[in-house]
Each structure stands twice: as structure tokens, then as C-alpha cells.
């Protein structure tokens, strides 16, 4: 009678029981948020579930990869799908964007480009300081940058504030006046 009562007790608790589904628990993150953020809401998910993580980068920044920290595995596409059978934490990660300065000589010389002020040492990134230098070769003067006769300024600082514009210098042959002074002598006499 023993093994009976056990039996059914057992069979009730089985059948009248709600088993729990596997749930895990996942949050995303950034990994500095002045400079992007994520859009998705951290909480409990059904193992197996495919979530899909999206990266906004700020201004000045772009992104770069997502780690997934409680793995350690790292994805580089965006917006990330990806199914989640454990915890995890996933973290955006983003970095400067860095921008090209295109500097083209009409005439003949170079112009010497050099660094201020960046935020990540050797590239140019958004806010960096340039100083241009236009050094006409011999021969040639520098007349002015980018078609406007007023902006003559040389060396002349730019400001980075996306992909540069390609900058002009103006630069022409010097033309030298030679200025040619005869000296005559005049004897005089008297009549």
C-alpha cells in the first residue's frame, strides 16, 4: 500500500508540476558610452532564443566589434544575431573614426602636413588639428588655398570635421621684372 501511495503522490506531483523552461540571463553593454550605445533590453531569454544586438555609434566614432565578456568570443557584424544558450554579456566596443586629408598642388611644390592635436596618436580623427604648410618650389609663389583669393594664410591651421574636402593650393611661376638703369655721362661745353 506503501509503494501505491508513493506511486500516486509521484504520478500527481509529475503531472500537476510545471516543469521550468532553461532560461538565461543576458545584458548588453558599451564599453565607453560617450561614444555609441546599444539598443536592447537586458533580461531572461528561453535557451536556444536568437536575439539580435544593435551598436550606435556617437559622432566622431565607429564600431568596431561586440564581445560577448562571458566567452570571450568577439563578432564584428552589426546589427549581431546570435542564439544564446548561456549567460552572457555582450559589449559594444568603439573606436575613433579616422579621416584622410587630401591636399592637391596646382602648380609646382608640396605642401607639409603636420599633426597638432588628435585623440589617437598618428591618424586624424574628428576635431584634429592639421597645420599646412604650402612650400612652392623655386621659381613659384603661393597665392592661396581652395579657389579663394582672401585665404592666404600660410602655414594655416584646418580643423578635421569629417572627410576633408580635397584642399587646393594655387601656386604660379613668378614672373621677375628686371629693371635695367643706363647711366650716361654728358660732357658739356660751353659755346
Same mark, same amino acid.
Given at each position: 500500500m506503501r *509503494? +501505491?501511495?508513493i506511486l500516486s503522490l509521484s504520478f500527481f506531483l509529475l503531472t500537476t508540476c510545471k516543469m521550468e523552461e532553461d532560461t538565461v540571463f543576458i545584458t548588453a553593454s558599451v564599453s565607453d558610452m560617450s561614444k555609441g550605445s546599444t /539598443?536592447?533590453?537586458s533580461g531572461e531569454y528561453g535557451s536556444g532564443q536568437q536575439l539580435t544586438f544593435s551598436?550606435?555609434?556617437n559622432e566622431g566614432y565607429e564600431f568596431v566589434?561586440? +564581445?560577448n565578456e562571458s566567452t570571450g568570443q568577439k563578432y564584428t557584424t552589426n546589427p549581431l544575431a546570435v /542564439? =544564446? !544558450?548561456n549567460d552572457g554579456n555582450f559589449v559594444a566596443v568603439f573606436a575613433p573614426s579616422t579621416f584622410d586629408l587630401t591636399v592637391n598642388v596646382d602648380g609646382k611644390g608640396e605642401v607639409q602636413k603636420e599633426i597638432v592635436s588628435t585623440k589617437l596618436d598618428g591618424e586624424l580623427t574628428l576635431g584634429s =588639428? =592639421? *597645420?599646412l604648410t604650402a612650400a612652392p618650389s623655386a621659381e613659384h609663389s603661393f597665392f592661396y588655398w581652395n579657389n579663394d583669393v !582672401?585665404?592666404?594664410e600660410n602655414p594655416k591651421n +584646418?580643423? +578635421?570635421n569629417g572627410n576633408q574636402f580635397p584642399l587646393f593650393i594655387h601656386q604660379r611661376v613668378s614672373t621677375k621684372s628686371h629693371l635695367s638703369i643706363k647711366l650716361f655721362k654728358f660732357d658739356a661745353k660751353c659755346l
Open positions: *509503494k +501505491i501511495l /539598443s536592447f533590453e551598436a550606435t555609434q566589434e561586440c +564581445i /542564439s =544564446v !544558450n =588639428v =592639421v *597645420k !582672401n585665404d592666404t +584646418i580643423t +578635421i
